[in-house]
């Protein structure tokens, strides 16, 4: 439990409005709203002035929230391993997903090879005729200079691809640790 909902617990166990409370304390309602809502805190002052109101001790307040925190702690600590899920995973992964994750892999190498042949293609070209292996016409350099360009289109959509591969294998981890750790 919050102290927020702590406070509002208090509140309501002695019949009163937050306006009530506004009153007593010189805050608006709306401060003791998001006192409530633990969008605030309110200060040491106020905080002793709330517990004498509610008879409560500002530890009693306050431990409250320890509790809640510790209760959130014992909770992560509980959960178990599932055996069954991690089996399932692992059948599943190597089955259906190592396929496609191949089939994936290589064709996003397949797209930064193209992309960069094309980008490096004038060089080839160039240093082909620099070592004298074979004259090239001039529709020869014309295409080269081309296919440069469109390597260069190319490579912003392989480097999103690329990310967005990246970002989807994380969210697959993700969501299989999610699998195999169970409450």
């Not at 102290?3 to 010189?26: V, W």
């Not at 509980?78 to 692992?90: C, D, E, I, S």
């Not at 997903?97 to 193209?114: E, G």
Request: glycine share 4%; charged share 20%; proline share 2%.
């Amino acid at each position: 439990m919050s102290l927020g909902q702590s406070l509002k617990e208090a509140r309501a166990a002695m019949d009163l409005t937050q306006e009530e409370i506004a009153k007593r304390l010189y805050v608006t309602r709306q401060t003791v709203s998001r006192w409530e809502q633990n969008k605030t805190l309110p200060n040491i002052f106020v905080l002793q002035e709330l517990s004498s109101l509610y008879g409560l001790s500002i530890d009693e307040l306050i431990s409250e929230t320890k509790k809640s925190i510790q209760k959130k702690e014992e909770e992560v600590s509980m959960k178990k391993f599932n055996w069954f899920a991690l089996a399932g995973v692992l059948l599943f992964n190597l089955l259906l997903v190592s396929v496609v994750a191949l089939t994936t892999i290589l064709l996003v190498f397949a797209l930064w090879l193209i992309t960069g042949t094309f980008i490096v293609s004038p060089i080839i070209l160039l240093g082909a005729n620099v070592m004298g292996a074979q004259s090239f016409s001039l529709f020869q350099s014309f295409a080269s200079i081309l296919l440069c360009l469109a390597g260069l289109v190319l490579y912003p959509l392989a480097k999103k691809t690329t990310q967005t591969l990246v970002d989807s294998f994380k969210k697959y981890v993700k969501y299989n640790k999610k699998m195999v750790y169970s409450e």
